[in-house]
């Protein structure tokens, strides 16, 4: 057996060396989540201001189920879409089972909750009167909003870097309805408990050394962001 140093070495340099299967498998995780982001955070971050200015019937318990659902774990998520998406399922008919479109899906359910429960603390963390002010001065609602969102720039900020940070390191639900089918649904967390599995210890470091850059970049992210949100008098 290898000693870890060995082993260690070998993880560099297929990050190095460009190893094109090493860099398939990220390519994959990162093209997924960067879309599952990009489609989740509009409709989560009006649903966020809309709980945050409106008073309805029914508020605190969509706020409550938004809250509960940051909790779940992904492979129920996973386990949920699966059935859905499978030949009998109510979806089955899309054949979207163990594509990166599934994965994207899943991602953008776990990620909507998260982008939800940040913006709605940002939104009533902000002054009130940014909206007002704007609405009084004849802005349309749409404009208005972007007045808003720009007030509370960085906590919507925080809200992406955390969603992000929730969906990258995710496993069970892109197992279950990706299927970690190489150079097509296999990602950095699929690759490593695979690799892992298999003893090859090589590629799970070098993929697992990319998530820990990454945890490291997006921690330095919500750390800036929230210096930042204390320097705006």
């Not at 070998?10 to 094109?20: I, M, P, R, Y």
């Not at 609602?141 to 808003?148: E, H, N, Q, S, W």
């Not at 509370?152 to 929730?166: E, M, N, P, Q, T």
Request: proline share 4%; aromatic share 10%; with cysteine.
């Amino acid at each position: 057996m290898e000693s870890f140093s060995d082993t260690a070495t070998k993880a560099v340099l297929l990050l190095v060396t460009g190893d094109s299967t090493l860099w398939s498998i990220i390519g994959v995780s990162f093209s997924t989540t960067i879309k599952a982001i990009a489609l989740a955070t509009p409709p989560a971050f009006l649903i966020g201001f809309v709980l945050t200015m409106t008073r309805f019937p029914g508020r605190w318990t969509l706020i409550s189920f938004f809250n509960t659902l940051l909790s779940v774990p992904t492979v129920v998520i996973g386990l949920l879409l699966y059935i859905s998406l499978s030949r009998s399922g109510p979806l089955g008919s899309f054949q979207l089972l163990f594509t990166q479109n599934a994965m994207m899906i899943g991602q953008m359910l776990l990620a909507f909750p998260v982008l939800v429960a940040m913006s709605f603390s940002a939104f009533k963390a902000a002054d009130r009167s940014a909206w007002e002010t704007a609405r009084t001065l004849g802005a349309r609602p749409l404009r208005a909003f972007g007045t808003l969102m720009y007030e509370v720039r960085y906590g919507l900020a925080a809200a992406g870097i955390a969603a992000y940070g929730r969906i990258i390191a995710e496993v069970g639900c892109s197992m279950m309805v990706g299927g970690n089918i190489m150079n097509h649904t296999r990602n950095i967390p699929t690759a490593i408990a695979l690799e892992t599995s298999k003893g090859e210890f090589a590629q799970g470091i070098a993929l697992g050394l990319v998530l820990l850059l990454l945890a490291l970049m997006l921690n330095f992210g919500v750390t800036f962001l929230h210096r930042r949100s204390e320097m705006i008098p």
